[in-house]
């Protein structure tokens, strides 16, 4: 069984920022929190993760909360290609996927 | 740089018929990975290689499906013989260090494979 929950679905204006929701309250202390999208017929994206601080790279930003039990991904400024469905999973270095979050960005 | 590359990208079979998929990871990368994304899910692990050595192997159906990673480069993945259930999308993944934590994984565009 997966150790995250997602929402199934969210919508975001285009233009505006999108914030994907995580919970992994059972997260141990040395896994990281991982952020993958999938953009339909093709393979996952790796998007950005991170273990305890705050991360920001060209595609996103990581927030985890201190007591590392949930996160949100924080795409600043969707567009239309950032429809997906994303996936927050937990891992050293093997990797479990739950259903993920379906993101529709919307004219 | 070359992504992971996969072949045949798409793949119809009958069932009890034997098929095999081909994955080439990005060059220099220690680890491979193989996963099965059935409609709907997300991918679940099947088989994870490090150089040519299998680390985690506990999600594969070993009566019917095998892997190999010859000479720590690309691999196979078998299923013989196929059933309707093994309908779905075989992903092959690929990360720089081997047992390394906190890496990241890249996928290749996955081989759908659909049993009749």
């Known amino acids: 069984d997966a150790k995250t929950t997602q929402p199934p679905s969210m919508d975001c204006a285009e233009g505006r920022a999108a914030n994907l929701p995580c919970n992994h309250s059972t997260i141990s202390g040395n896994e990281y929190v991982y952020w993958y999208r999938q953009i339909h017929s093709q393979g996952p994206q790796y998007i950005i993760h991170?273990?305890?601080n705050n991360e920001t790279n060209e595609m996103a930003s990581l927030i985890i909360t201190e007591d590392r039990k949930s996160s949100t991904l924080i795409l600043p400024h969707a567009t239309l290609r950032d429809t997906a469905v994303y996936y927050c999973?937990?891992?050293?270095?093997?990797?479990?996927f739950g259903k993920g979050t379906m993101l529709l960005v919307s004219p | 740089e070359a992504g992971v590359a996969q072949s045949p990208r798409y793949k119809i079979i009958e069932k009890r018929q034997s098929v095999a998929f081909w994955c080439n990871p990005i060059?220099?990368?220690?680890?491979l990975y193989w996963y099965q994304q059935i409609l709907g899910q997300g991918p679940k692990l099947l088989i994870q290689?490090?150089?040519?050595?299998?680390?985690?192997d506990s999600q594969l159906p070993k009566d019917r499906f095998s892997a190999e990673r010859l000479k720590g480069v690309d691999s196979t993945l078998k299923i013989q013989p196929a059933k309707l259930e093994d309908s779905a999308v075989y992903l092959c993944?690929?990360?720089?260090?081997?047992?390394?934590?906190?890496?990241?994984?890249?996928f290749g565009p996955g081989t759908r494979l659909l049993v009749l």
């Open positions: 999973t937990l891992g050293y270095s093997t990797l479990t």
């Open positions: 993944a690929s990360s720089l260090g081997a047992g390394v934590v906190g890496e990241t994984q890249y």
């Open positions: 991170g273990l305890k």
């Open positions: 290689f490090q150089n040519n050595g299998v680390v985690d």
């Open positions: 060059s220099g990368h220690a680890t």
